[in-house]
């Protein structure tokens, strides 16, 4: 039990560091908006397949939403109803969000994509 708990408090640091959630060694990133094809350390395959990316805009659409859902919420308590207000709130909120957690809802997808299938190996072009 504590063996897990101390598993899943590693992976939620890794994530939270954006780093390979396999080994923690290397960053996801090469540079700021380009995720790396594989861990450099441990090889694990960031990119597995056309689409993989599907995941991380599901994660970061998810946690848009939610934030501007409790923006939306915390606006109506102090404010009102005020539209007008809350629009000003919220849809500067909506659309900045997503550009700042870019890198965590990919770390975030490769996060989940760990745990559930396990990331594979990346391999060389020609090797095998
Ligand atoms: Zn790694």
């Known amino acids: 039990m504590l063996a897990g708990r101390l598993q899943i ?3 939620l640091s890794r994530c939270a560091r954006l780093r390979c959630p396999v080994c923690g060694r290397s960053s996801i990133f090469q540079a700021p908006f380009r995720v790396r094809q ?3 350390s441990c ?3 960031f990119k597995r397949e056309e689409g993989f990316f599907v995941g991380s805009v599901m994660v970061n659409a998810v946690a848009t939403e939610s934030a501007a859902l409790v923006v939306y919420f915390a606006c109506l308590y102090a404010v009102g109803y005020r539209e007008d207000l809350i629009l000003i709130v919220a849809l500067p909120l909506t659309l900045i969000l997503p550009v700042l957690f870019y890198h965590h809802s990919w770390s ?3 996060g989940l994509d760990y745990v559930f299938e ?8 020609g090797a095998g």
């Open 43 to 45: 090889s694990s395959l």
């Open 108 to 110: 975030v997808w490769l």
């Open 118 to 125: 396990g990331l594979p190996k990346y391999e060389e072009p």
């Open 9 to 11: 408090l590693s992976l």
């Open 38 to 40: 594989h861990c450099p």
